[in-house]
């Protein structure tokens, strides 16, 4: 998928909100647990309650592979369901890989060959090497790891060189930036630093940045919309928990769907 492909759907859907699907078996509705595919089972009602108003999915690879096996081939299937249901929808593995070499290599035939999925969170920490796999693949995406939500994220990512008074997460963006375009290169930005977006921007105007945050984490909608649009929209922002788990009852899709639609009226106002 194209920068401009992925435009076309954020004026569309008058959205650019991409929902999380870290799908945990311990929070699933209890009629759920009778499932032989639980997590298969609750993404895809997700997916039919919100698809209308998202224009990208990440499922976080951690809770899949959690559940061993089954787990990864529920993973699979869904991403299957999203290609042949909704092909417009723009999907990132959020795996947060960061290795080199063959690994790197396999990793990124893992994601985009075998799975067909968008785009894969990185971390850039090991160096080009560690991306270039990826930027091998046409009409596909890194996003890497810049300046995230977490409280620890200032152990070093906003520590700074002695010499340029440069912090890290500034020192990955200008770096990183060099070995892609902003055709096939975006950048993860955590809601909660809304206020360096400005600065980010004045580094990278042209790129997607992937914005996790929004809702349980405390995310300003506006703020991030406020410092991080450009001309493209430029921003996917993520929410995760507050859609999917807005209920844990048998009616936990109808809940998913309206907190995905009132996000979606949020973003229509913003753009």
């Keep these: 998928m194209t920068l401009t492909n992925l435009y076309e759907q954020i004026l569309l859907k008058r959205s650019?909100?991409?929902?999380?699907?870290?799908?945990?078996?311990?929070r699933l509705p209890a009629h759920l647990h009778k499932s032989a595919e639980p997590l298969f089972d609750f993404n895809k009602a997700i997916i039919d309650a919100t698809a209308a108003y998202a224009v990208a999915y990440k499922p976080n690879l951690a809770f899949y592979e959690a559940a061993g096996a089954s787990g990864w081939l529920q993973l699979m299937k869904t991403v299957a369901y999203i290609r042949q249901c909704h092909p417009?929808?723009?999907i990132i593995a959020d795996a947060k890989r960061g290795?080199?070499?063959?690994?790197?290599?396999?990793?990124?035939?893992?994601?985009f060959k075998n799975m067909d999925v968008d785009a894969v969170t990185l971390s850039p920490y090991m160096g080009r090497d560690t991306v270039d796999p990826f930027l091998r693949y046409e009409g596909k995406w890194a996003i890497l790891l810049a300046l995230t939500s977490n409280p620890s994220a200032a152990d070093f990512e906003l520590?700074?060189?002695?010499?340029?008074?440069?912090k890290l997460y500034e020192k990955v963006i200008t770096t990183s930036m060099q070995w892609g375009t902003a055709n096939n290169l975006m950048?993860?930005?955590?809601?909660?630093?809304?206020?360096?977006l400005e600065?980010?921007?004045?580094?990278i105007p042209d790129h997607f940045l992937l914005i996790p945050g929004i809702g349980e984490q405390g995310g300003s909608l506006e703020e991030v919309a406020k410092y991080g649009m450009n001309k493209y929209c430029g921003l996917l922002v993520?929410?995760?928990?507050?859609?999917?788990?807005?209920?844990?009852?048998?009616?936990?899709?109808?809940?998913?769907?309206?907190?995905a639609r009132e996000l979606q009226q949020q973003m229509g106002r913003l753009l």
């Design 99 to 111: 290795d080199i070499g063959n690994t790197s290599k396999l990793y990124a035939e893992t994601f």
């Design 159 to 166: 520590t700074e060189e002695a010499h340029t008074g440069k």
């Design 187 to 196: 950048y993860v930005v955590g809601a909660t630093q809304a206020a360096m």
């Design 238 to 259: 993520n929410s995760s928990r507050a859609i999917i788990y807005a209920d844990n009852s048998e009616q936990f899709a109808e809940a998913a769907g309206a907190q």
């Design 199 to 203: 600065n980010i921007r004045k580094i």
């Design 16 to 26: 650019f909100l991409c929902v999380g699907l870290d799908t945990e078996t311990e």
């Design 88 to 90: 417009k929808i723009f």
